[in-house]
């Protein structure tokens, strides 16, 4: 089986401008969740989709935005972009096994110039 | 207190002893425990997962769970250079606000000299 595939690899965006990420996960997971990581602040969750809805979200601000296709593909969008957003962002699929086992893709890196 | 701490790193062995990786949890509704390891520049790959207490072998892996304690380790036999990275302690949590959330502690750098 494939396994989580994210798109781009790498960004370099400016302050204020906004960014989309793709994350296409493992074929037959329904679950997906993204995850922000920092040098300071680790990984952190931001949210995660499940049949095209919004089941949690992390404590991060409203300029962080996702959604959930109905082939399970997600994007998450980051508008008005700032310097602290600068970041490695992951996603993860899980297929829905009780314990939520979680398989993460490669990552996008996003510099914020 | 933060949610899932991890023994303050670095660690290093030499090659072929026993590396062994702590980590305790606040939430005593956490039901679900995993260990993923993270190198450099990449992104974090799943090593084991544990759900009961006791321990849980997978080849040179040994996971230890007490949830009395809330407490979860990993052990590494004959550890070798290549596993040398961070290693990454993740809990779940029961009940709906934590769907898909896996929480982290900061992680462990362990360094396998030869």
């Known amino acids: 089986k494939a396994g989580v595939t994210q798109t781009p690899r790498y960004l370099i965006k400016t302050r204020g401008q906004q960014v989309t990420l793709s994350c296409s996960p493992i074929?037959?997971?329904?679950?997906v969740s993204w995850y922000q990581q920092t040098p300071g602040q680790g990984l952190q969750f931001l949210f995660e989709y499940f049949s095209e809805t919004q089941r949690n979200k992390g404590n991060f601000p409203g300029r962080f935005s996702g959604r959930q296709f109905s082939n399970s593909r997600s994007e998450m969008n980051v508008s008005t972009l700032e310097l602290g957003d600068s970041a490695l962002y992951l996603c993860?699929?899980?297929?829905?096994?009780?314990?939520?086992?979680?398989?993460f893709g490669p990552g996008t890196r996003l510099l914020v110039l | 207190q933060k949610e899932v701490e991890q023994n303050s790193g670095p660690l290093s062995v030499p090659e072929g002893a026993i590396a062994s990786l702590n980590c305790t949890y606040s939430d005593r509704g956490s039901q679900s425990f995993f260990w993923y390891r993270q190198y450099s520049g990449k992104s974090p790959e799943l090593i084991m997962f544990?759900?009961?207490?006791g321990d849980k072998e997978d080849g040179r892996f040994t996971a230890q769970l007490n949830k009395a304690s809330q407490y979860v380790s990993l052990l590494i036999r004959d550890s070798q250079p290549s596993d040398s990275a961070t290693y990454l302690c993740?809990?779940?949590?029961?009940?709906?606000?934590?769907?898909?959330?896996?929480?982290f502690g900061q992680g462990t750098i362990l360094t396998v000299h030869p």
């Open positions: 074929s037959g997971h329904r679950s």
């Open positions: 993860a699929s899980s297929g829905g096994d009780t314990q939520e086992t979680q398989y």
């Open positions: 993740a809990v779940k949590s029961a009940g709906g606000t934590s769907y898909g959330k896996l929480t």
């Open positions: 544990i759900y009961s207490n």
